[in-house]
Structures are given as C-alpha cells and as structure tokens.
C-alpha cells in the first residue's frame, strides 16, 4: 500500500481566512513533503521534514506555516493567504530523506483557492 | 542551464505507436531518476525509477539511463489513448532534493 491520503481535497478561502491543510501517511515513512503546483508547471518545494524535524524550508512566506505532530501526520496552516497562492498542494511521503533510491510518493493533492 | 530538462511538447502520436519522451539533468553526481505521469487536475503517480545505466523495462514502459551523456528516457510502446498525460522527469540533486522538469504532455491519438 503506496497511500497518502490528503484532505480535504477542494479549500476555498478568504484572504483573511484561516485554514489548515492535512497529509496522512500509514507506511512507516520518516521524510514527508510539502509541494505547490500552479497550472502547467512541475511542482515546487516547499517543505521537507524528516524524523519530524523541518529539514528544509525552501524560503516558503511565513503565511505557511507547517506542522508534523508524529511520524503519520503532517499539516499545512494557513493565513493571510494571497490569490497568487491559489494552487494544488501536495503532499508526498518516502522511507528516509537521501539520495539514493527514495521513492516519494504523492497524495492526490488540495485544490486551493484563494478569494 | 536547468538542472532538468524536458522538451514540453505537446508530443503527438497516433495509438499504437511508440512514443519517445527525453530528458537530461545537469548534475553528475545524481543518482536515483524517475518518471512520473500527471493526468490533467491529479497529482504525480510514479510509473518508473531507475539507478543504473542501461535499460529498465515495465510493461510497456523502458527507462533508459546513460549517466555519461547525463541523458534519461522513456519509451512507451503501443501507446494507448489513456497514456495521455503529461511525463515529469525528476532528478534528485546533491542538496537532497527532487528537481522536476517542466513536463511533456503527450496526447495518443486513436
């Protein structure tokens, strides 16, 4: 089972708005990820964390804020968001952050958009 | 240059076919390549990895790697309608992360 469930699967916010976005992963994985996708591009980092610890922040504005509360969950609040900030967000998981042979795998994403 | 590289296409092949989809990545020290394949409005579904040069074979995809001339692709052979989609090439790099290409969309005709 190669699952990241992601929910919920539409958002659609006000600028003032404050909203949470939730990954959850059942396969034992230590690394999950944060990317955004805008219309006809490749994803885009935003976070990595590993062992539950942020290992990396690709200077993400602080309006994101993300949280990793155990090793299955992973979360993506929300505030002051922008219309530019409208994008499908997703969330990927995969056995250890390396180099070599790690596999991620995504979740279906989180159609968000911002009024 | 991009630290990944794909022609963005559209590619266009009629059914049956076997359509070509290329890639080249700027790092030597990477290691570990994968395709992924995006239908419109869904998220990646990984369809192929491979770590050693050579050809990797699935069904009726075949990854090519040639670490040398820095080069990967995949082919897909008897093409079908439900293969169109577009194929995101990623590398990882030497920070640890997932570098994407922008994407070929490719469209099977019937």
């Known amino acids: 089972d190669t699952e990241v469930t992601q929910t919920p699967k539409h958002l659609v916010m006000g600028m003032t708005n404050k909203k949470s976005l939730k990954c959850e992963q059942h396969m034992g994985h230590r690394a999950m990820y944060w990317y955004k996708q805008k219309a006809k591009k490749p994803p885009e980092l935003m976070f990595v964390?590993?062992?539950?610890?942020?290992?990396i922040n690709e200077s993400v504005p602080s309006r994101f804020s993300p949280e990793c509360p155990n090793s299955s969950l992973l979360n993506l609040h929300l505030h002051a968001l922008q219309p530019e900030d409208s994008a499908l967000y997703l969330c990927?998981?995969?056995?250890?952050?390396?180099?070599?042979?790690?596999?991620?795998?995504f979740g279906a994403g989180t159609r968000l958009s911002v009024l | 240059q991009k630290e990944v590289e794909q022609n963005s296409g559209p590619l266009s092949v009629p059914e049956g076919a076997i359509a070509s989809l290329n890639c080249t990545y700027s790092d030597r020290g990477s290691q570990s390549f994968f395709w992924y394949r995006q239908y419109s409005g869904k998220s990646p579904e990984l369809i192929m990895f491979i770590y050693s040069n050579g050809d990797k074979e699935d069904g009726r995809f075949t990854a090519q790697l040639n670490k040398a001339s820095q080069y990967v692709s995949l082919l897909i052979r008897d093409s079908q309608p439900s293969d169109s989609a577009t194929y995101l090439c990623a590398v990882y790099n030497q920070g640890g992360k997932l570098i994407f290409g922008q994407g070929t969309e490719l469209s099977v005709k019937p």
């Open positions: 964390y590993s062992y539950e610890k942020l290992s």
């Open positions: 990927a998981s995969s056995q250890v952050l390396s180099l070599a042979k790690n596999i991620q795998y």
